[in-house]
């Protein structure tokens, strides 16, 4: 369950971070809303840091340390 978790969060940032950078948002153009958002430049800027917070959150994968016991 933590795995899929993670999985949901990480997509959410990525969709976020191609938010900030290009406008473009992932999740409404796969399900058939208005892909194309317009924000100002701190949101974008807010949305690009959120969005590389889960690349980073990619390496917890393979942290054991957090793992379900």
Known sequence: MAK???TLV???????????LFQ????SALLGGDSHRAS???SRIIYTVVGLCGIYCVRFYSDDRHSAR
């Open 24 to 27: 473009w948002d992932l999740v």
């Open 10 to 20: 990480i997509i959410g940032a990525l969709n976020w971070l191609l938010v900030g």
């Open 4 to 6: 899929f978790a993670l």
């Open 40 to 42: 100002s430049g701190l």
